[in-house]
Nanobody, 121 residues
Framework: QVQLVESGGGLVQAGGSLRLSCTASGTIFSIFIMRWYRQAPGKQRELVAAMSSGGTTNTANSVKGRFTISRDNAKNTVYLQMNSLKPEDTAVYYC???????????????WGQGTQVTVSS
């Protein structure tokens, strides 16, 4: 099985910064794409940023220029550096990853449990 564990959430004032981490562990042969999603109360979960194993990134327009996704493939870890935080960034942040558990096998998507980010005004 594969587990994803996020960390780094917390309470921060508007304009501040946080760095989220998400590490995958378990039976992992390779990881293709790692993503960060967020879900605010009463809203749908939305994609924040994604990064492939080759380094290709995709960032939502709402956070572009403020949030940066990065990745350490050797550590099976993805990061989300969040700067210039706004109250509207308040949400539970989830990571997910497309993981292959054996050579030649299919990729399956796994989710972390989420970490709360609260930005006060």
């Amino acid at each position: 099985q594969v587990q994803l564990v996020e960390s780094g959430g917390g309470l921060v004032q508007a304009g501040g910064s946080l760095r989220l981490s998400c590490t995958a562990s378990g039976t992992i042969f390779s990881i293709f794409i790692m993503r960060w999603y967020r879900q605010a109360p009463g809203k749908q979960r939305e994609l924040v940023a994604a990064m492939s194993s080759g380094g290709t990134t995709n960032t939502a327009n709402s956070v572009k220029g403020r949030f940066t996704i990065s990745r350490d493939n050797a550590k099976n870890t993805v990061y989300l550096q969040m700067n210039s935080l706004k109250p509207e960034d308040t949400a539970v942040y989830y990571c997910n990853a497309d993981v292959r558990t054996y050579t030649g096998g299919p990729y399956s998507t796994y989710w972390g449990q989420g970490t709360q980010v609260t930005v006060s005004s």
